[in-house]
């Protein structure tokens, strides 16, 4: 635990049974570095769900497109509607997502939802398809400032059996886009796995030596991770390689102990107990008070289905309340959207 610079071989070793006893001690840890590193806050976002379209065939998703179910995208009205709802519970950082790119919803349609969204909002991130290079610069000039596209398992022959069809299943495309969002001046980019589906061992340390490479070789902009473990949905798709809470904690600490300055996210996949518990040891960022069906926040919008089942049904003012008991400070606004334009100023 005192290693000066800890990579992949004592994140291994912090993942082993040999582990096991030494948990508290790495949750110590990891509660020291937090604060050392973010203080009391813990940052506060909120996921939107613009279109449910897809035409990928993920084993393990409620959007895959052999799934029967109500599909929709939110026309732009909509968006901005959704959009202020968001904005009067608070937020001011949103994750806009979707599915597959479609002709429903496809790149234009997401770049006039991200310029919605950075005309109200000061942080602005995109969980979508990888795009080109040139793309997410367009991106970037609208106003997103950060990219999140998880590779769910890092197994080339797990990837290839999981994606059963449709643009997702190249493997390479997929790893490949978080450099060219970098390239292209995005400032953060969200990595992470889907534990349930592989070796979570293997994908941790794989998910560690991505994140290495990228930071390396794209230090003009930051990285966050996160650990979603897989939910029930509409496939019905059961994990292969279960994670529990216990486990998950211990990726987590260990992590945070090997990336101590990396905002590392928690959302609300987990239950409330599981998610209190964990706020301010090892994670910095949360959501709140999340919808994962399209149109979830409007009152009068039809719903359709969502991707997952959410674990954690709170609303913000609750999940806040709890945060501050526990001596900690929610924190909805880190940065100004000036720093994002200068930004885009200084790319052009």
Not at 18 to 44: C, D, K, N, Q
Not at 219 to 226: A, D, F, K, M, Y
């Amino acid at each position: 635990l005192a290693c000066a610079a800890p990579g992949p071989r004592e994140l291994a070793a912090l993942l082993s049974p040999a582990a096991h006893p030494f948990v508290e001690e790495m949750a110590r840890r990891a509660r020291a570095l937090t604060r050392r590193h973010f203080g009391r806050t813990i940052s506060m976002y909120a996921p939107l769900y613009l279109a449910n379209f897809c035409t990928n065939g993920c084993a393990y998703c409620g959007f895959a497109s052999d799934r029967v179910q109500p599909r929709r995208r939110l026309e732009l009205p909509e968006v901005g509607e959704e959009l202020e709802m968001l904005k009067g519970m608070g937020f001011e950082e949103v994750l806009l997502l979707t599915g597959e790119r479609t002709s429903h919803a496809g790149f234009d349609y997401l770049l006039e939802c991200v310029s919605l969204a950075a005309a109200r909002f000061h942080a602005v991130g995109v969980e979508a398809f990888p795009m080109t290079t040139r793309e997410y610069a367009l991106l970037s000039e609208a106003g997103c400032s950060g990219v999140t596209l998880y590779q769910e398992t890092y197994d080339p022959v797990r990837y290839d059996e999981l994606h059963r069809w449709g643009p997702k299943k190249e493997y390479l495309e997929r790893l490949e886009a978080p450099a060219r969002a970098m390239e292209a001046g995005i400032r953060t980019v969200g990595l992470g796995v889907l534990l349930g589906l592989s070796d979570p061992v293997f994908d941790a340390l794989c998910l560690l030596r991505h994140a290495a490479h990228l930071q390396r070789n794209h230090w003009r902009s930051g990285i966050t991770l996160s650990f979603p473990r897989l939910r029930p949905q509409s496939g019905n798709f059961t994990a292969t390689f279960p994670v529990d809470e216990a486990w998950l904690a211990r990726m987590v600490f260990a992590f945070r102990i090997v990336l101590p300055d990396v905002p590392l996210l928690l959302s609300t996949r987990e239950r409330p107990g599981f998610r209190d518990g964990m706020a301010g040891l090892g994670i910095s960022k949360m959501s709140a008070g999340s919808r994962t069906s399209v149109g979830g926040y409007g009152e009068t919008t039809p719903e359709t289905e969502g991707q997952f089942e959410v674990s954690d049904d709170r609303g913000v003012p609750e999940f806040c309340s709890m945060l501050r008991r526990r001596g900690l400070k929610p924190v909805f606004k880190n940065w100004d959207s000036v720093f994002r334009d200068a930004s885009v100023r200084g790319n052009g």
